[in-house]
Structure formats: structure tokens, C-alpha cells
């Protein structure tokens, strides 16, 4: 993730930033308070961010890609 902090309209904008490509458009929040409020707001309804779910793992929360979290087989 990068804050967009050049001068302009999408100033404070959060986005990705790829190896290759640089700042990837259009960013996934138009500010880190906006970022922020929507991460807040998944933990406290058990969500996923942007397609990542909240996982444990030896009582450590981290975010996974769906296909990387493992179900339990019932």
C-alpha cells in the first residue's frame, strides 16, 4: 500500500503500489482515514477488505487471499 502525497486532487489517496506498473489507479481509498474506517468496520462485522479475510494464526491477526485461507472438512 502507498499514500499518494503528490500534489493534486487524489493527494492523501491509498492505493497499491506494483513492482512494474508503480501506483495502481484508480485507489482503493480516497484517504487514510477512509482506509482506516472501512478496516474498522470489516473487523468489527467479521468482513473481508478488498477480497482479504482476517484470519489467526497463533493468535495473530493477519489478512489472507481467499484461496489462501484453509477451511476446516467436517
Do not use: H, N, T
Amino acid at each position: 500500500m502507498i499514500v499518494d502525497l503528490r500534489a493534486g486532487e487524489a493527494r492523501g489517496c491509498v492505493g497499491e503500489s506494483l513492482k512494474v506498473q508503480g501506483f495502481c489507479y484508480p485507489p482503493q481509498w480516497r484517504s487514510v482515514e477512509a482506509m482506516l474506517a472501512e478496516i474498522a468496520d470489516a473487523l468489527e462485522a467479521d468482513q473481508p477488505v478488498l477480497g482479504y479475510e482476517r484470519i489467526a494464526d497463533d493468535g495473530r491477526p493477519f489478512w489472507a487471499e481467499p484461496s489462501e485461507v484453509e477451511f476446516p472438512v467436517s
